[in-house]
C-alpha cells in the first residue's frame, strides 16, 4: 500500500487531493486550481458581459466547482463523464462499473477519487488515513450507497498517467485480509458509514461475480442542472 500516492485532508482541500489521487501524483495545488477557476471566471464574465459577476468557480474556503475539475482534467486529456446520464456509454459504466478506470464523486463540498490500481479497486478519500480496498462487487455497492446518500458520480474517460503504484499493484496484489484489518479515519461523513459498509464490503468477497444493478436509480433534478451547468462552462472556455 505504500506505493499508492495518497493525501490526506488538508482544511478544505480535498479537490486537490482528489486530483492528485486521482492521478498518482503531486499534478495540482490549491493555487493551481484557483487560476484554472478564475479563468474560467473570467471567459464566463466575457461571454456575460458583465464584469461585475461575483466568481462561481471557487470561494475564500477553497471549495471548488465541477467545472474547475472538469477543465483541470481536460487539460490532461482526460473527461468527466456523470456516471447516471442518461446515454450508452453511461448505461454500461453502470451495468459493470468494473470496466471502467475511476471516479469522482462528490457532495457538500467534498470530493473522492476511487481508482482502479493494478486490477483492485481502492477508496482514495482524502478523509481516510490510508487508501481503502474494494473488492469488484463492492465497487457497485459502494458507487450506489453513495448515490442514495446524494454524491454526484462521474467516471473518468481517457489515458490515465502511467503510475508505479500501478505496475506494482498489477505484479503484487494487496492481501484480501487487508480488507478485514481496521482502518484509521480522519473522521468525517466518510467514518459515519464505515461499520455497515466494512460488513457489505467483507460479505462481497463471497460472490464477486454478484450482479448489482444500477439502472434504476434516477438522477434528481440537481444533478442534470449541474451537468448542464459543466458543459456550459466547458463549451464557454473553448470558445
Known amino acids: 500500500m505504500e ?6 485532508q488538508v482544511d478544505r482541500f480535498c479537490a486537490q487531493h482528489c486530483l492528485n489521487g486521482l492521478l498518482q501524483g503531486p499534478y495540482f495545488t490549491v493555487e493551481s486550481l484557483a487560476e484554472i477557476a478564475h479563468n474560467l471566471d473570467d471567459k464566463e464574465r466575457r461571454a456575460r458581459n458583465s464584469s461585475q459577476m461575483d466568481c462561481l468557480n471557487t470561494d475564500e474556503s477553497g471549495n471548488f466547482s465541477v467545472q474547475v475539475i472538469a477543465m483541470a482534467l481536460q487539460n490532461l486529456g482526460l473527461e468527466l463523464v456523470r456516471y447516471m446520464r442518461k446515454s450508452e456509454e453511461a448505461e454500461a459504466a453502470r451495468a459493470d462499473p468494473t470496466s471502467q478506470r475511476a471516479f469522482i464523486c462528490h457532495f457538500d463540498m467534498h470530493w473522492l477519487a ?3 490500481l493494478g486490477c483492485q479497486w481502492f477508496d482514495l478519500n482524502s478523509l481516510h488515513a490510508r487508501p481503502r480496498l474494494i473488492s469488484n462487487t463492492y465497487l457497485s455497492i459502494y458507487l450506489a450507497q453513495l448515490n442514495s446518500e446524494g454524491y454526484s458520480i462521474y467516471f473518468v474517460t481517457g489515458h490515465l ?7 506494482y499493484l498489477m505484479l503484487y496484489p494487496v492481501s484480501e485480509t487487508y480488507l478485514t484489518q481496521p482502518s484509521p479515519s480522519s473522521g468525517g461523513r466518510g467514518s459515519e458509514r464505515d461499520a455497515d459498509l466494512q460488513k457489505a464490503l467483507v460479505l462481497s468477497l463471497a460472490d464477486d461475480a454478484n450482479d448489482i444493478s444500477l439502472q434504476s436509480v434516477l438522477a434528481d ?7 448542464l451547468e459543466m458543459q456550459k462552462a466547458l463549451r464557454i472556455s473553448m470558445q
Open 114 to 116: 476511487i481508482r482502479r
Open 161 to 167: 498517467p502511467e503510475c508505479e503504484a500501478d505496475q
Open 3 to 8: 506505493k499508492i500516492y495518497h493525501e490526506q
Open 221 to 227: 433534478s440537481k444533478r442534470e442542472a449541474e451537468e
